[in-house]
């Protein structure tokens, strides 16, 4: 064996010889300095797993989880949930003939027809949904002009080159600028409740506080001025290319609802991560002192004004109707998460208790020589 070529002074950081004195063989060490720090001699805890502590804690997680998983799977269940889709691909579908039109300029009206066999009770969230979507796509997600979007009055009429090709229309800056606010969904949606008698009536749908909080106060704001006269306002900008209006006419009845603070279009500006996703539209709420369901079962009628093309990305259109519980909307994925989590550490706890009882004692019993 090769003995060790340094010395306790060595480790310290002192070298003998000429290397000390500074002569011409010397040469900084790259060992690091002796201290217990960069030595790694801190003292540390190490955790020494036996049956003793391994089993027990694969006992808890599975008496914890299967439980909490229980109840997230049944909250879930509870939760009521309709949807259709109205893109109109069959033939015999009531909207098909809007859905043949892949222009933005065309507005069509169609109606569906549908029954809920359960009562929906509480307040009831109505959604739009789009599949094959991708909100995601990086250039898309970057083509916004988020200075424009907070109100600032220069970015108005310069907005940021990241629109482009969205940018500038008809030798004016358009406001809001980037492909996101271009490809803003603009179907309309009415529902009908159909009495057994034939009569209809139309279900008051609450266009307001379908947006977050910080968007609506914080990241969305009219640029500085007359905001009773949002015309004075955007007076040097244009409207996006697929738009059918400009910005401050998306709401010109409700001024805190109206241009860039539109909840409609904060809504459809928080891109989704995934192509399928759902984007909350209206809110039903329930009246207080009536007793009766928000939405009883029975007849409905979906009326569509049918303006947002689709059949260009083979995309599809739906309308959800559903309603939320503690823990959100519904989602049984994460209920069947915690089950099978809790159900595989329970049996991977019987398995190791028995194999431990097995097996355990053999070391203990062994004769070990001296």
């Keep these: 064996m090769m003995a060790s070529s340094y010395t306790a002074k060595e480790e310290d950081g002192h070298h003998s010889g000429s290397a000390a004195a500074g002569g011409p063989g010397s040469s900084k060490s790259k060992k690091p300095d002796n201290t217990a720090f960069k030595q790694q001699r801190l003292p540390a805890w190490q955790p020494i797993l036996t049956a003793g502590t391994v089993l027990p804690a694969f006992f808890v997680i599975g008496l914890i989880f299967i439980p909490i998983g229980i109840g997230l ?15 109109g691909v069959d033939t015999n579908s009531p909207c098909n003939r809007c859905s043949q039109t892949y222009s933005w300029n065309i507005s069509c009206t169609c109606s569906v027809p549908f029954s809920l066999e359960q009562p ?11 599949s094959n979507f991708y909100q995601n796509h990086r250039r898309y997600v970057k083509s916004r002009d988020d200075s424009q979007l907070n109100g600032d009055k220069s970015s108005l009429t310069n907005p940021s080159k990241e629109c482009e090709p969205y940018r500038i229309s008809e030798k004016k800056p358009i406001a809001p600028c980037g492909a996101i606010a271009n490809s803003l969904f603009n179907d ?30 914080v990241k969305f704001r009219n640029p500085p001025g007359n905001n009773d006269n949002l015309t004075i306002t955007f007076q040097d900008t244009t409207k996006p290319v697929n738009w059918h209006k400009p910005v401050y006419e998306l709401d010109p009845n409700d001024p805190d609802n109206n241009g860039f603070i539109n909840e409609d279009f904060i809504v459809w500006m928080r891109t989704a991560a995934l192509p399928t996703f759902r984007k909350l539209y209206r809110i039903i709420q329930k009246n207080k002192d009536n007793m009766t369901p928000t939405l009883p079962r029975g007849n409905y009628s979906l009326e569509i004004a049918y303006n947002y093309p689709v059949r260009s990305f083979d995309g599809r259109k739906r309308m959800i109707l559903s309603t939320i519980s503690w823990m959100g909307g519904k989602n049984p994925f994460l209920g069947i998460a915690y089950i099978t989590v809790g159900s595989v550490c329970f049996f991977l706890g019987v398995v190791l208790l028995i194999i431990h009882h097995k097996y355990g004692n053999r070391n203990n019993n062994a004769d070990i020589p001296n």
């Design 120 to 130: 929906f009770e509480s307040n009831v969230f109505m959604y739009y949904g789009l």
């Design 73 to 87: 799977f049944v909250t879930s269940n509870n939760i009521r949930e309709f949807e259709i889709d109205y893109t």
């Design 188 to 217: 309309t949606l009415e529902l009908y409740y159909i009495y057994p008698n034939g009569s209809r009536t139309l279900i008051p749908l609450v266009k307001k506080g379908i947006a977050w909080w910080t968007d609506k106060h």
